[in-house]
């Protein structure tokens, strides 16, 4: 019999990136050494969000002291097909043999609308996947079967939030005790130039902190994502710091000014994951002043937009381009381009066409439930977002 010596899926667009409501078009490649019986090969589209975690607990069990493990989920599905490209399911029987030589069996799938973009999260991801699954004409052979995930990214038009060219602030204070005494307030004050961005953008800040305390006080800015997974039972939220800024120490009676300060806004999912319903994505920049000693830090958060268009004011006047935005063109899925979206399949305009990143969090593993230790594919995995390079314009 012959040997499996490559079983994969390729996809047309080398990006792996498409927007809800566009064909994935793409081709899955058997290449045997010999001939094979094999009852039929198909394809399974998936796509779905799913969350997941474990708390612990000390409890009492008939009076003995035990550990107790909660386990929380949830789970969301968008599409589940099967598509058969050889064998049974294309009515040719369970007994066939594939010859030698490489064969390629070509699909389309035709994205729904409306999906939520791709995200992994440790705790929860929405996640896209083809797979190729290989039945065997014996039933004492295991089906072979192999992965291929892809990013779809949901658009989030910046030009369609109201408030976000507006600028946003936001101040805070807090008294530190001493012993028995109370010193005076700490106050952190942080303004934000505007609140919708898109991934390559800058966010300029500005702060302000009085220290009226005793007390030597750390101060720091940082742009994190706040992540919120629901599950069934219960919601729990987490933050992944993206970058922060740090400054030299405020001594008690002092004050500390940052101006044309600036954070960048590197490979990211858009906020909210408009669409999924078990997990929200919000994003912040945040001043944090750190009394020295045993007591809390001030936060003073301010919350922004990550968005995938982006705000057609803001690429006028701050990289002085003269062009409508793409916003004009398409500020919904329907008005997307139908082929992959590549440089050549979006709209002309003076600002630049977006690359597409792989997420600043990086490669996580998508091994899953139906996943086997044979299962072959692209197991690790990030998706790539929209990148904006305003260095250059098309």
């Known amino acids: 019999m012959g040997k499996l010596k490559s079983f994969h899926i390729e996809l047309e667009n080398p990006s792996g990136v498409y927007y ?7 081709r899955l490649v058997v290449e045997l050494t ?28 008939e009076g003995r002291q035990v550990t107790k493990v909660e386990n929380y989920t949830a789970s969301e599905p968008y599409f589940n097909q099967i598509v058969p490209v050889y064998g049974r399911g294309k009515g040719m029987g369970d007994q066939n043999h594939l010859p030698p030589g490489t064969h390629f069996y070509p699909f389309s799938f035709q994205l729904p609308p409306n999906l939520p973009s791709s995200f992994e999260g440790g705790d929860g991801h929405v996640r896209y996947t083809i797979r190729g699954v290989m039945d065997r004409a014996s039933w004492r052979k295991k089906e072979k079967d192999t992965k291929k995930p892809f990013t779809v990214i949901a658009l989030l038009d910046l030009n369609l939030y109201p408030n976000a060219a507006g600028q946003t602030e936001n101040q805070q204070s807090k008294t530190v005790c001493c012993l028995c005494c109370k010193s005076g307030p700490i106050t952190g004050k942080l303004k934000v130039d505007r609140i919708g961005y898109v991934p390559g953008d800058t966010i300029h800040f500005h702060s302000e902190i009085q220290n009226l305390s005793t007390r030597v006080c750390k101060s720091y800015v940082r742009f994190y994502m706040s992540v919120i997974f629901h599950s069934t039972r219960k919601s729990k939220s987490i933050a992944r710091e993206i970058t922060r800024v740090e400054h030299p120490e405020v001594q008690p009676g ?3 000014t940052w101006t044309r300060e ?19 994505v919000n994003y912040y920049v945040e ?29 006028q006047t701050q990289y002085g381009f003269s062009s409508p935005g793409l916003s004009a063109h398409a500020s919904s899925p329907a008005q997307m381009p ?39 594919g692209d197991m690790n995995f990030a998706p790539a977002y929209a990148y904006y390079d305003w260095s250059k314009q098309s």
């Not at 399974?44 to 474990?54: I, L, R, S, T």
């Not at 001043?287 to 690429?315: A, C, F, Y």
């Not at 979006?346 to 299962?375: A, Q, W």
Request: aromatic share 4%; net charge negative.
């Open 34 to 61: 010999g001939s094979k019986k094999v009852s039929e090969l198909r394809l399974v589209f998936k796509g779905g969000a799913e969350v997941f975690w474990q708390e612990t607990y000390e409890g009492t069990d």
């Open 254 to 256: 002092d004050s500390e």
């Open 287 to 315: 001043l944090d002043v750190d009394p020295s000693g045993i007591t809390t830090e001030l936060h003073v958060p301010t919350k922004v937009i990550i968005g995938t268009i982006p705000l057609q004011r803001q690429n």
């Open 338 to 376: 139908s082929a992959p979206p590549m440089a050549d399949s979006l709209p002309r305009t003076n600002m630049p066409t977006p690359t597409y990143s792989e997420s600043v969090f990086g490669r996580t593993s998508i091994k899953e439930k139906g996943d086997s230790e044979k299962t072959r």
């Open 262 to 280: 600036t954070v960048s806004v590197p490979s990211l999912p858009p906020s909210d994951l408009v669409g999924c319903r078990i997990i929200d």
């Open 20 to 26: 809800a409501g566009q064909l994935v078009n793409g």
